[in-house]
């Protein structure tokens, strides 16, 4: 019945919510594992759907600090991981990206006690397959993989069709679908970090969409992984390090 679903979808929603606010807390102090949950209380049905839907996200704050992901939020992960088994895919491309975003948390979790590494699915078509309209669409589903510390076959079709993942941001923001937008800079910003164009000038792009986006955590999340991204790809400073 859709009258008693829809609380239920908000439930879920609100969590998703909260638990992205936290590491995106944790992520802007730089106070490494973000505290997702009291240790004391029970994780909920909506925590740990939250924590599925976030998937590799929960270990930025880590990541981006140069440490390992923390046994807690791994743990954590593991149990949604349990509880929210992967839905069954609507098509082969749904299904490549649920297996992408899996492998991605299973990378991280296999650093931890709880978990260990899948096998790699099968890789991503490029844009010349897909056509680069719903390649973009398919890699900003997958932009909770554009993290430091994570390498693999769609980081590298990332780094060498970057001009298709600018047209993707560009076609985006004319169609104020800024939260598609927003996950496709993070691309172009991890490209950058690894030394390749990002063919657009991005903190005008990340600032458009911080002052006309949805407000949202998840949102920021993904602005803030990729301002971090696009510091990563500035020149060492004077000392010798890179930008924070």
Known sequence: MPFAE?????????????????????????????????????????????????GADLFAPQLFTGTEPDGPTAALL????????????????????IGWQDWAAGQLLARTPYGTAGAQPAPLP?????????????????????????????????????SALARGTVRAMLRRDLTTAARLTRWLARAAADGHPSRLELEPVLERIRLAGDGSARTGLELEAARRLLLRSRPPTAEGNRAP
Not at 78 to 97: D, K, T
Request: hydrophobic fraction near 45%; charge should be negative.
């Open 6 to 54: 829809t609380p239920l979808r908000d439930t879920y929603a609100a969590a998703v919510e909260q638990v992205a606010g936290r590491t995106l807390d944790a992520l802007r102090n730089g106070d490494g594992a973000a505290a997702i949950v009291d240790p004391d209380t029970a994780a909920t049905r909506p925590l740990l759907a939250a924590v599925r839907v976030l």
């Open 78 to 97: 593991s149990e949604g991981r349990r509880a929210f088994p992967a839905p069954a895919p609507a098509s082969p491309e749904a299904e490549l990206v």
């Open 126 to 162: 490029d844009p010349d397959a897909m056509g680069w309209q719903a390649w973009s669409v398919r890699m900003a589903q997958l932009s909770a993989l554009a993290l430091p510390g994570l390498d693999g076959p769609v980081h590298e079709t990332a780094r060498t069709n970057t």
